[in-house]
């Protein structure tokens, strides 16, 4: 299946016993992500930090930008800026490191 783009956005995870949330980009539905998310840790799928939050059955999902870009690397720029101005908040504090790696910027 090919991504388009012009559907990127940043979204988060949270629950209600967790100060911290999961930041991410996609290209899907908020909805269907969150279902992907909640069968893959139903069904003990491989471990992901975002599975913290769904440990109490109570997570939620929720748009923070939409981001139409033309390509991945696009992508990783527009929500390069999200990932830095929430970065002390994130359980994947690691994901600007990701970032910046695969645009070829040095790690904060």
Do not use: W
Request: net charge positive; with cysteine; proline share 3%.
């Amino acid at each position: 299946m090919v991504k388009n783009y012009q559907n990127s956005k940043v979204f988060k995870i949270t629950n209600k016993n967790n100060d911290k949330y999961y930041l991410g980009i996609t290209t899907v539905a908020l909805s269907q992500l969150l279902a992907t998310y909640k069968y893959q840790y139903k069904h003990k799928k491989p471990r992901q930090t975002v599975f913290q939050l769904f440990e109490n059955n109570d997570a939620k999902i929720e748009l923070v930008a939409t981001i139409p870009c033309n390509n991945i690397d696009e992508q990783y720029m527009k929500a390069r800026n999200y990932f830095e101005e929430h970065k002390h908040n994130l359980i994947n504090d690691d994901y600007l490191d990701l970032i910046n790696f695969q645009l070829n910027l040095p790690s904060n």
